[in-house]
C-alpha cells in the first residue's frame, strides 16, 4: 500500500505560481497530478514516468510543469500564470504499469492505482 500526501496548495491571483508537492515519489512509479473542480469530473493535469518522460493536457501544457526529485523522492507541480479556471482540488496519483501501457494512458484516471487525499488550490480573478 502506498500513502502519497500532497502539500503546497493554498490561494492565488490570476496570473500567480503555487508549486504542488507529492511524496513518496519512487523510481519504478508512472506518477500524475489530477484535478477536479466542484460539479466536474476528475481529468489529467500531467504525468512523468519512471523514465522521466512527461506529458501534459493541452489546457496547462504552456503553465504547468511535471517534474521528480528522485533523491527526496518527492513530485512536483509548477503551476504559473494560473487563471481561475484552475480552481479544483489536486491530487497525486502513482502506479507501476508497464510503459508501453503507460504511453497510451498517462492522464487516465483508471491508470493509476494510488491516490493521495488531494488539496485544494483556489486561483481568484
Known amino acids: 500500500q502506498v500513502q502519497l500526501v500532497e502539500s503546497g496548495g493554498g490561494s492565488s491571483q490570476a496570473g500567480g505560481s503555487l508549486t504542488l508537492s507529492c511524496a513518496p515519489s519512487?523510481?519504478?512509479?508512472?506518477m500524475a497530478w489530477f484535478r477536479q473542480a466542484p460539479g466536474k469530473e476528475r481529468e489529467g493535469v500531467a504525468a512523468?514516468?519512471?523514465?522521466?518522460?512527461?506529458t501534459a493536457a493541452a489546457s496547462v501544457k504552456a503553465r504547468f510543469t511535471i517534474s521528480k526529485d528522485n533523491v527526496n523522492n518527492i513530485l512536483y507541480l509548477q503551476m504559473n500564470s494560473l487563471k481561475p479556471e484552475d480552481t479544483a482540488m489536486y491530487y497525486c496519483?502513482?502506479?507501476?504499469?508497464?510503459?508501453?501501457?503507460?504511453?497510451?494512458?498517462?492522464?487516465?484516471?483508471?491508470?493509476?492505482?494510488?491516490w493521495g487525499q488531494g488539496i485544494q488550490v483556489t486561483v481568484s480573478s
Open positions: 496519483a502513482a502506479d507501476t504499469r508497464p510503459l508501453e501501457d503507460w504511453f497510451l494512458h498517462s492522464l487516465k484516471r483508471y491508470a493509476y492505482t494510488y
Open positions: 519512487r523510481s519504478q512509479y508512472n
Open positions: 512523468i514516468s519512471r523514465l522521466n518522460i512527461t
